[in-house]
């Protein structure tokens, strides 16, 4: 049960992140809106998620180890619950745009967290195979979500894109609460680099949302460019903050491990092009070729 909860815990970040591509046509279609256009609110429904998902990541993962992994990971799902029926229940693009980014944010407690709790939970050789499994898994809701969510928006509507998670988190609930044991790290001090995981949300969100602003106002709207320029400067600060910083959220000294600097370059690849092709993929298939 252990398990359940773990792999469920992240497989629905992941398929969270995939399976609302195929929903982006029928949102553009049904949706009203009236400060942002289609497009654009149609690519921050799902880079919203993104940035705010990868900007809290390693922050969500220090408040684990130290207020407690089990307590983190129930927010995390419950934060991820409420916030995914407010998405499917969403009136207008711009309130679904708004619950999107806070879903991801409730998603970046759940990511670390079950990994910890699985490092927590099993020894080796156990602890090997939890981490195959739970691979496994979340690698196939990221592969299974467009196929699942085509079929299920088709006969439904788009909104279950978004219900479809209830079930899966209520679930998950009731494993981590009965059968979850609390765990901490010991030597976590409670120093947190609130400033450094700012930086990260305004360097990441600012290039995306400038980016997406620009293109959609043909790049005649000076917030744009305010906002890129934002990002820009937090992207440049960032690894000078790192190096100055007591107790940096993310320590360059690990970088020069040529293992963690090459994993961590190879998945930044990966996924950069795997989901930047899921996102335009479905809006050219079903909104140009009509499929």
């Not at 398990?3 to 195929?22: E, P, Q, R, Y």
């Not at 044991?181 to 995306?208: I, K, M, N, Q």
């Not at 020069?256 to 996924?271: G, H, K, P, Q, W």
Request: aromatic content about 10%; charged content about 10%; proline content about 4%.
């Amino acid at each position: 049960w252990t398990m359940v909860a773990a792999v469920l815990g992240s497989a629905i970040v992941f398929l969270d992140g995939t399976i609302v591509n195929v929903a982006l046509p029928s949102i553009g279609q049904t949706l009203p809106h009236s400060i942002v256009s289609v497009l654009e609110g149609q690519t921050y429904v799902t880079s919203g998620y993104l940035a705010t998902l990868a900007a809290l990541l390693i922050l969500a993962g220090a408040l684990s180890d130290f207020y407690g992994r089990r307590r983190i990971f129930i927010i995390g799902l419950v934060g991820f619950g409420l916030t995914s029926v407010l998405s499917g229940l969403s009136p207008s693009l711009e309130l679904l745009v708004v619950f999107r980014v806070l879903q991801g944010a409730a998603g970046a407690l759940l990511v670390p967290c079950s990994l910890s709790i699985i490092t927590a939970t099993f020894e080796e050789p156990g602890r090997s195979r939890a981490f195959g499994i739970w691979a496994a898994a979340t690698s196939a809701t990221t592969i299974l979500g467009p196929t699942i969510g085509g079929l299920l928006i088709q006969a439904i509507s788009w909104r279950i894109a978004f219900l479809i998670n209830v079930p899966l988190v209520l679930l998950a609930l009731y494993a981590t609460i009965k059968y979850v044991e609390e765990s901490r790290d010991e030597h976590a001090t409670g120093r947190f680099d609130w400033l450094g995981a700012f930086v990260v949300a305004v360097a990441v969100g600012g290039l995306a949302f400038g980016a997406i602003r620009g293109q959609a106002q043909q790049w005649r709207d000076p917030v744009s460019f305010i906002a890129l320029g934002a990002g820009a400067v937090a992207l440049v600060l960032f690894p000078i903050l790192m190096a100055r910083r007591a107790n940096p959220l993310v320590p360059l000294g690990l970088f020069r491990v040529r293992r963690f600097a090459t994993i961590n370059l190879s998945t930044l690849l990966i996924y950069g092009a795997l989901y930047v092709t899921f996102g335009f993929q479905s809006l050219f298939l079903q909104g140009t070729l009509g499929y």
